[in-house]
C-alpha cells in the first residue's frame, strides 16, 4: 500500500514541477491560469493523499481549504479581472522563453543540492520531494522576474504559495491548522488587493505594463 | 493578561468602528482615541509583566517578555502620538482634494488594523502566526501607501507588495523547515512552533535544517527591514505615501521585522555552535549602513533623503545585535528606541514643512525658521539628534556601539565611521537650507500638532542624558535574553 501511494505522491510532485517549468513557457494570460489552476488542483490531490496514507485528518481540511482557494475562487477572480481589463496576451517577457527555461533547469539542480541534506533527515514518506517543492518556489520566483504584466507577475506570486504549501506538506504533513487559516487569509486578501491595484493602474496608464512602474528612479 | 486583550482588542475594534464611520469630521478624534487606549493598555501590560515578570496567556499562544513587551509600548506610544499629528495633516489633506472621504475611511480603518497587526506580531507566542501578522502588516501598508491613488504611489505601492510579498514567501518557507526541526524534538502536537517550546529545545535541533531555515527567514524579514540589498522597496514607499504613514514605517514597522529576526537568532544560536546568525546580520547590517549613507547624497526628496537614514540605522542596529554581546546588544535595543521615537518625530515635521511647501522637493522648502519656527526647530533638532550629535540618545547608542566595534571587530570600525561621516555631511546640507534663509511660504490653514514632535525629541534626548533604572533593568534583561 505504502508503496504504491508513495509512488503517487512522487508523481505528483513531478506533475508539480512540470507545470511549473510550463507556466514559465507559457505566454498566453488563459492558458495560464489554467495551468495555474491545475497545478492547486495536483496540489489539493498531493495534501489530499498524503492525509490519507498518514492518517492526518486535518491534511483533508488543508486540502479543503485550498481547493476552494487555489482551484475555485482565485482562478475565478482572476478570470473575472482579465475579462473586464480584457487581457489575455502577454506578449512580452523580458528575457526569451528558451533562456528562461535554461535559468529553471539550474534552479532546479541548486534546489535539490540544497534540499538534500535535509531531505535525508526528514521521516516523512514524502522525503524526495523537498527538493521539488523548493524548486517550485524559485521558478515562480524566476517567472515574477521575467514577466513584465502585472497579471503572470501575481499568477507567479500565487504559483509559489503553492510551492510553500507543498513544502509544508512534504516536510512536515502540513502546519498547525491555525497557521494555515492565517496564510489562506492573508493569500485571499492579499489577491483582492491586488486585484483592485490592477484596475487602478489600468486606469492611471492605460495599460497593466509593469514597466510603466518604473518611474521612481533614484530623483 | 487581561491587559493583553485589550492591547490587542482596541485597535481591531478601531479598525471595524472607523470602516463605519471613517470619513465623518470627528473620526480623527475617534483614531487617537483608539490609539490612546491601546497606548494605555500596553501601560497597565508592561506595569504587570515588570512587577510579575513574563506571562503567557490562551495556552501558551501568547508570550510577554522583557524583549516584547518594551517594544509594545513602543508601538503603541508612536502610534499614539502619530495618530495625534495625522489630525491636523489629514484636515489639510482634505481641504486640499488629496484625500476624499471614502480614502480617509480606508486610511483610518487600515492605520488601526496596522496597528492591530505589528501588536499581534510581537505579542504573539507561535512563529507561524508571527508570519502570518507580518504578512497582514504588508497589506494593510501598501493600502496606506496607495492612499492617494497617484501614479507615483500606485507604483510605489506595488513595488512594496511584490518585492515584500516574495519576500516574505522565503520567511514562510523559512518557517515550514523550523517547524520540521522542530516537530522531530517536541512532536507535531505539543505546539512545535510556539517560541518559548522552541527556546526550551534548541540545543537539540538539527544544525543542516536550522542553517538553512535561519537563511530563509534572514532574507524574508531582511527585506521588510530594509537591508540592502532587499531595500528597494522602503524609500519609494516612504516618499510617496502619507507622511503619518512613512512615519509608522520607520519608527515601527522596520523594528517589528528586526524583531522577528532576533526571535530566530536566540534560536539559531542555541541550535549551531558557529557565529551564522551573528555573521549574516553584521555582513548585511554594515553593507546597509555604508550604501544607504552614500545613497543619502543627491536625494531630491526629503521624505526619500529620511528613508534612506532608516536604512542606515537598521542596519547600524542590525550590526550592533550581530556583534552580540551585553553591550553591544544593549546599545542596539537602545538605538531601536530612539531611531524610532527620533525618526518619527522628523516624519512629523516634514509633513508640515511639505505641506506648508506643496511639494517633497528639498531645493523648493526654504526657511521654515521664518514661517514657522516650531517646525523649523523640531526639523532641525531631529536632524542633529539622529545625526548622532550629543547629548541625544542616538549618540549614546552610537557611541557604544562603535566602541563595542572598534574593540571586537576592529576591522569594521572605518567603514562605520567613513558611513556616518557621509551621512552627517549630507543631510546636515540638505537641512540647513530648508530651515534658515528667505522664504515665500505661506503657514498652514491649521495649526500644526507639534506636541508630538518635541515630545519625542524630548525623550530621545532624556536617552541621552539619563535612563530611568527601570527601562535600564529592562534593556538589560532583554540584551541578556538575546545578546547570551
Known amino acids: 500500500m505504502n508503496g504504491y501511494s508513495g509512488q503517487f505522491i512522487n508523481l505528483f510532485a513531478a506533475l508539480l514541477l512540470l507545470l511549473a517549468f510550463a507556466m514559465i513557457s507559457q505566454r498566453r494570460i488563459v492558458s495560464l491560469i489554467k495551468l495555474f489552476t491545475l497545478q492547486g488542483a495536483t496540489l489539493v490531490a498531493a495534501t489530499a493523499l498524503v492525509g490519507y496514507v498518514t492518517q492526518q485528518p486535518h491534511l483533508y481540511l488543508s486540502a479543503a481549504l485550498t481547493f476552494a482557494l487555489k482551484v475555485v475562487l482565485i482562478p475565478w477572480l482572476l478570470h473575472r479581472v482579465i475579462n473586464r481589463l480584457n487581457v489575455r496576451w502577454d506578449v512580452e517577457t523580458l528575457i526569451n522563453i528558451p533562456t528562461t527555461m535554461l535559468v529553471g533547469i539550474g534552479l532546479v539542480m541548486l534546489s535539490f543540492y540544497l534540499a538534500s541534506p535535509i531531505s535525508a533527515l526528514s521521516t516523512t514518506i514524502m522525503r524526495g520531494t523537498l527538493g521539488i517543492a523548493l524548486a517550485c518556489v524559485l521558478l515562480s520566483f524566476l517567472m515574477m522576474i521575467t514577466r513584465s504584466k502585472a497579471v503572470p507577475q501575481v499568477i507567479g506570486f500565487l504559483a509559489m504559495e503553492n510551492g510553500l504549501f507543498f513544502a509544508a506538506t512534504s516536510a512536515t504533513y502540513g502546519m498547525p491548522m491555525v497557521v494555515e487559516l492565517g496564510i489562506a487569509l492573508d493569500v485571499l486578501v492579499g489577491i483582492l488587493i491586488l486585484g483592485v491595484f490592477m484596475f487602478q493602474i489600468r486606469e492611471q496608464f492605460d495599460s497593466l505594463d509593469i514597466r510603466h512602474l518604473e518611474s521612481l528612479k533614484e530623483d | ?484
Open chain 2, 1 to 484: 493578561m487581561q491587559a493583553l486583550y485589550f492591547v490587542l482588542g482596541i485597535p481591531l475594534l478601531g479598525s471595524v468602528v472607523l470602516a463605519g464611520c471613517g470619513h465623518r469630521g470627528f473620526a480623527r478624534d475617534v483614531n487617537v482615541g483608539f490609539s490612546l487606549g491601546t497606548f494605555v493598555a500596553a501601560c497597565v501590560l508592561t506595569a504587570a509583566v515588570i512587577s510579575g515578570g513574563p506571562l503567557f496567556a490562551w495556552q501558551h499562544e501568547f508570550f510577554i517578555d522583557p524583549l516584547n513587551v518594551f517594544l509594545v509600548t513602543l508601538t503603541a506610544f508612536v502610534g499614539l502620538t502619530t495618530a495625534i499629528f495625522s489630525r491636523p495633516y489629514m484636515r489639510v489633506e482634505e481641504q486640499r482634494g488629496k484625500m476624499t472621504p471614502p480614502r480617509l475611511r480606508l486610511y483610518h480603518s487600515m492605520y488601526q488594523l496596522f496597528s492591530f497587526t505589528m501588536l499581534l506580531a510581537l505579542t504573539t507566542n507561535n512563529m507561524g502566526i508571527l508570519w502570518v501578522a507580518m504578512e497582514a502588516a504588508t497589506l494593510t501598508t501598501v493600502m496606506l501607501v496607495s492612499v492617494y491613488r497617484t501614479a507615483a504611489s500606485l507604483e510605489a505601492a506595488w513595488k512594496y507588495f511584490i518585492l515584500c510579498g516574495v519576500g516574505i514567501a522565503q520567511a514562510l518557507f523559512g518557517t515550514v523547515l523550523l517547524y520540521m526541526a522542530a516537530e522531530k524534538v517536541i512532536g507535531a502536537e505539543g505546539g512545535a512552533l510556539l517560541w518559548t517550546h522552541l527556546d526550551a529545545v534548541k540545543a537539540q535541533l538539527d544544525p543542516d535544517i536550522i542553517t538553512l531555515a535561519f537563511a530563509f527567514l534572514f532574507i524574508g524579514y531582511g527585506t521588510k527591514v530594509g537591508l540592502v540589498p532587499l531595500h528597494n522597496w522602503l524609500p519609494d514607499a516612504h516618499a510617496e505615501g502619507p507622511t503619518p504613514v512613512s512615519a509608522v514605517l520607520s519608527g515601527l514597522l522596520l523594528n517589528v521585522a528586526l524583531y522577528a529576526i532576533l526571535r530566530f537568532k536566540v534560536l539559531t544560536d542555541g541550535a549551531l555552535s558557529n557565529q551564522l546568525a551573528g555573521h549574516l546580520m553584521m555582513g548585511f547590517g554594515l553593507t546597509s549602513v555604508v550604501v544607504a549613507a552614500f545613497f543619502l547624497w543627491g536625494r531630491r526628496d526629503v521624505k526619500r533623503m529620511f528613508a534612506y537614514s532608516s536604512i542606515e540605522h537598521m542596519g547600524l542596529i542590525t550590526f550592533a545585535f550581530g556583534m552580540g554581546g551585553p553591550i553591544a546588544t544593549y546599545a542596539g535595543l537602545l538605538h531601536m528606541t530612539v531611531h524610532s521615537l527620533i525618526k518619527s518625530a522628523i516624519f512629523f515635521a516634514v509633513g508640515h514643512a511639505t505641506q506648508q511647501a506643496g511639494t517633497q522637493l528639498m531645493a523648493e522648502i526654504r526657511g521654515l525658521m521664518k514661517v514657522s519656527p516650531t517646525v523649523g526647530w523640531g526639523l532641525m533638532l531631529g536632524a542633529l539628534a539622529i545625526l548622532g550629535m550629543p547629548p541625544f540618545g542616538v549618540f549614546a547608542s552610537e557611541f557604544l556601539i562603535l566602541t563595542t566595534a572598534m574593540r571586537e571587530h576592529a576591522w569594521a570600525t572605518p567603514f562605520l565611521l567613513l558611513a556616518l561621516g557621509v551621512a552627517f555631511a549630507a543631510i546636515f546640507a540638505r537641512v540647513q537650507p530648508m530651515v534658515f534663509g528667505d522664504t515665500s511660504l505661506q503657514p498652514l490653514e491649521h495649526p500644526p500638532a507639534l506636541l508630538p514632535v518635541f515630545v519625542h525629541l524630548g525623550l530621545g534626548l532624556m536617552l541621552g542624558l539619563y535612563i530611568p533604572p527601570y527601562l535600564d533593568e529592562w534593556y538589560r534583561q532583554a540584551a541578556r535574553m538575546i545578546g547570551g
